[in-house]
């Protein structure tokens, strides 16, 4: 398997690992996510209002929960922002 095919199942196995069998992430879910797993590249999500407002902002069916396809849209972000700042470094 190659470099991104593993990277892609990571990702899938760890959207899994804290949304469980339901395969959706509720706030505190998200929060402990995001806290355990991304905490290099996002700081810990401390405040409430922080996080509502990350919430809101990924719940784009705005049923309470984040499906795997809301996450997604975190981790493209969330790359995307490290492609940027990993990139001006680079050119420096």
């Not at 398997?1 to 069998?21: D, Q, W």
């Not at 719940?59 to 996450?71: G, T």
């Amino acid at each position: 398997m190659s470099e991104l095919e593993s990277s892609m199942i990571a990702i899938i196995h760890v959207f899994h690992k804290y949304s469980g069998h339901k395969c959706k992430l509720k706030k505190a879910e998200l929060k402990e996510l995001i806290n355990n797993e991304m905490s290099h590249f996002i700081t810990n999500i401390q405040d409430k209002e922080t996080l509502d407002e990350l919430f809101a902002d990924l719940d784009q069916n705005r049923d309470l929960e984040i499906d795997f396809q809301e996450f997604i849209v975190l981790i493209a972000m969330v790359t995307s922002t490290c492609h940027d700042l990993f990139s001006t470094f680079h050119h420096h």
